[in-house]
């Protein structure tokens, strides 16, 4: 997994519409990413929500938002409109990015085990480096805690 200081990797992915979003092209808006096991699942769905409502106080201090998840874009889109987001989700279906980030992992859950996204958000500073890492993500609370991590980094 990438730490505080590491190089965000680099990568294109397609957003809910098609569109191909680039990360070094978001520059020099600091990013945060956040990765999401699946859509429509109770814990992502409450992250998703959350990241929306909170998209316009991102915005005010210059953070671009992307959530980012294996699923493919007809699920983001049914996702999308289903829930009412407005924050933009990216398809990783190769998971070349989750690996890239360290959050495709081995995962056990009702003593199987599989691999899957550990739900992790990156906050990443206008140079393109790790700013902040939220690991193994608990839901309640966290998008205020990266809200104030992102105000802190745009003083």
């Known amino acids: 997994m990438l730490n505080i200081g590491d190089i965000a990797p680099d990568f294109t992915l397609p957003d809910t519409d098609g569109a191909l979003v680039t990360l070094s092209a978001q520059k020099p ?3 945060v990413l ?6 429509n699942t109770k814990g992502c769905t409450v992250e998703a929500i959350d990241f929306s409502q909170a998209q316009e106080a991102f915005e005010k201090t210059g ?7 294996k699923d493919n874009l007809a ?7 289903k829930q009412g987001l407005t924050v933009p989700l990216l398809s990783d279906e ?3 990015v989750c690996e890239d980030y360290g959050v495709w992992a081995e995962k056990k859950m009702y003593g199987k085990t599989f691999y899957g ?3 992790t958000t990156f906050l990443i500073d206008s ?3 790790i700013a902040k890492v939220w690991k193994k993500v608990k839901v ?8 104030s991590a992102a105000q802190e980094l745009a003083k």
């Open 29 to 31: 808006s600091p990013v």
């Open 34 to 39: 956040f990765f999401y096991p699946r859509d």
């Open 63 to 69: 953070v671009k938002v992307f959530g980012l998840s």
């Open 75 to 81: 699920s983001h889109a049914k996702f999308r409109d």
């Open 94 to 96: 190769e998971s070349t």
């Open 117 to 119: 996204i550990v739900r």
């Open 127 to 129: 140079d393109g480096k």
């Open 140 to 147: 309640p609370g966290h998008v205020d805690d990266v809200l």
